[in-house]
Nanobody, 122 residues
Framework: QVQLVESGGGSVQAGGSLRLSCVASGYSYSRPCMGWFREAPGKEREFVSVIVTRGTTGYADSVKGRFTISQDIAKNTLYLQMNSLKPDDTAVYYC????????????????WGQGTQVTVAS
C-alpha cells in the first residue's frame, strides 16, 4: 500500500522560505513522475512542480525561479524548497506520485498525500 505523507508547511511572512517534504512508503517508482500541486480556497488544484526519475524537472510559470523540486530516492523523499514566498502562494500543497506522462496534469497521478498548509502573510 502506497502512502505519501507531507510535512514542512506553516505560516511565514512574504519573502520567507519553507521546505516541504513528502515521504513515500510502499512506492516502487515504477512510474517516473512525482509532483507537487496546490489548492487555494475557492480555486482548483493547480500544478506547481514535477520531477521525473531521471532528474528532469518542470515548474509552473508562477513559481519558476523561486521553487526547487528535488528527490532523494534512497530516503523515499520528495522535497519542494520554496523561496521568496508571496501571499499568492498560500494554499494546501499536495504531493503526488505515479504519473507516467502528461505529468503536469493532476489526473494522471495514482497516489496523493493528505496535504500541508502553507500560509504567506503580506
Amino acid at each position: 500500500q502506497v502512502q505519501l505523507v507531507e510535512s514542512g508547511g506553516g505560516s511565514v511572512q512574504a519573502g520567507g522560505s519553507l521546505r516541504l517534504s513528502c515521504v513515500a512508503s510502499g512506492y516502487s517508482y515504477s512510474r517516473p513522475c512525482m509532483g507537487w500541486f496546490r489548492e487555494a480556497p475557492g480555486k482548483e488544484r493547480e500544478f506547481v512542480s514535477v520531477i521525473v526519475t531521471r532528474g528532469t524537472t518542470g515548474y509552473a510559470d508562477s513559481v519558476k525561479g523561486r521553487f526547487t523540486i528535488s528527490q532523494d530516492i534512497a530516503k523515499n523523499t520528495l522535497y519542494l524548497q520554496m523561496n521568496s514566498l508571496k501571499p499568492d502562494d498560500t494554499a494546501v500543497y499536495y504531493c503526488a506520485a505515479g504519473g507516467a506522462r502528461l505529468c503536469r496534469n493532476a489526473g494522471v497521478y495514482n497516489y496523493w498525500g493528505q496535504g500541508t498548509q502553507v500560509t504567506v502573510a503580506s
